[in-house]
């Protein structure tokens, strides 16, 4: 968890599908009356911390609004991201399914972040199943986690034939 916590710090803003932003306000959402619920670890609530403080853009046609300090990004999403990611600041952390697929194939994402787990799961969705084109990565960073995790950053080299 302290490793999501540094990255959720790291970025500028979080960029999420629908699916993915009411997942996550769901589970780490301050609660109305500021105590974080029972249920919650001391050792995950500096996550939720920094979760629940950072800047949300959620992209979605179906959502009529969104709170939890979000922002939502409708119409051309390839446009929408391409304007954001001109702002000042260190970048936007994008997490999902869909969305990263999309944005993948747009060519927008400029590092790939990787957590394999020592578990085989057997089913689930797929990450970047579909993807159009084949990307190029160079690994720029990695990390092993006494529980057996890695995790693994790769630059995007570009779509490759």
């Known amino acids: 968890m302290s490793y ?14 629908r699916v ?21 670890d001391g050792w995950e609530v500096p996550f939720a911390e ?22 939502l990004v409708r119409g051309d999403v390839g446009r929408a991201v391409q304007q954001l990611k001109q702002e000042p600041g260190e970048g936007l952390w ?3 399914v869909t969305l990263p697929l ?3 194939d747009l060519g927008l994402i400029d590092e790939y972040e990787f957590v394999v787990q020592p578990v085989l799961a057997g089913r689930g969705p797929t990450l ?12 720029v960073d990695r990390r092993e986690f006494r529980s057996g995790a890695v995790a693994l950053r790769y630059r995007s080299g570009g779509v490759s034939s």
Do not use: H
């Not at 993915?20 to 589970?27: F, L």
């Not at 920094?50 to 979000?70: H, M, R």
């Open 50 to 71: 920094a979760i629940d403080g950072a800047k949300k853009y959620v992209v979605s046609s179906t959502l009529s609004g969104a709170d939890w300090n979000a922002e």
């Open 4 to 17: 999501w916590t540094a990255e959720m710090q790291r970025a500028d803003a979080l960029l999420f599908g």
């Open 102 to 104: 999309a944005l993948a």
């Open 20 to 40: 993915t932003y009411q997942m996550m306000e769901s589970a780490w959402r301050r609660p109305a009356t500021g105590v974080w619920p029972d249920w919650m």
């Open 128 to 139: 970047l199943a579909g993807l159009r084109e084949r990307i190029q990565l160079e690994l």
């Open 94 to 96: 994008v997490g999902g």
